[in-house]
């Protein structure tokens, strides 16, 4: 075989090596596109402020096809207790503590909107998160089965801040003149 034919045969062996490799890549599906985002209302209390935290967690299909049994779970701060859903409750809820859970198939480029309210606890309580912690955080995940694995997405946070008004004593002095 002369150089020229080596040369030939080689880039011939390259290239279909290459395109062995793009097929493969081309054929191998990607994971499903799942998003999750989490709001909280209000986001900044007064550290006496005793009602109650309202919670809205969208979940977002960005996929072409139904994503069938995503797990959904929020865990609340452990001083927080779970009041009521303001929309409509989700099918397969589960509230153990201080963790809500949800199972549903997501149907092609679907958007749910969960929407519930979480209560703080009484004054002490409060002066003893602020002092602590100040800031109460949440956090909801998702997970869903896809071929041999399961995929986990990004989890969402959802951050209320406390603030206190420090009121200072006014000093007044006469100077003589």
């Not at 890549?25 to 998003?35: L, N, R």
């Not at 299909?61 to 959904?72: G, S």
């Not at 071929?147 to 003589?176: C, H, K, N, Q, W």
């Amino acid at each position: 075989m002369k150089t020229s034919q080596k040369t030939v045969a080689i880039v011939a062996i390259a290239v279909a090596v290459c395109l062995l490799i793009v097929a493969s890549v081309v054929a191998a599906p990607a994971a499903p596109d799942v998003t999750i985002s989490k709001s909280v209302s209000p986001r900044t209390i007064n550290a006496d402020y005793t009602g109650v935290l309202t919670y809205t967690i969208t979940l977002t299909n960005h996929y072409t096809d139904t994503i069938e049994d995503v797990q959904m779970w929020d865990v609340l701060h452990p001083m927080l207790s779970f009041g009521a859903w303001i929309t409509d409750e989700p099918a397969n809820f589960v509230e153990a503590g201080n963790i809500i859970s949800w199972t549903t198939d997501l149907e092609e480029e679907a958007v749910l909107t969960f929407t519930f309210t979480a209560q703080l606890p009484g004054p002490q309580t409060m002066q003893t998160i602020m002092m602590q912690d100040g800031e109460i955080v949440n956090t909801a995940y998702f997970s869903f089965p896809y071929e041999d694995t399961i995929v986990i997405g990004t989890p969402a946070t959802a951050t209320t801040r406390f603030y206190r008004y420090i009121f200072l004593p006014l000093v007044m002095r006469s100077f003589a003149q």
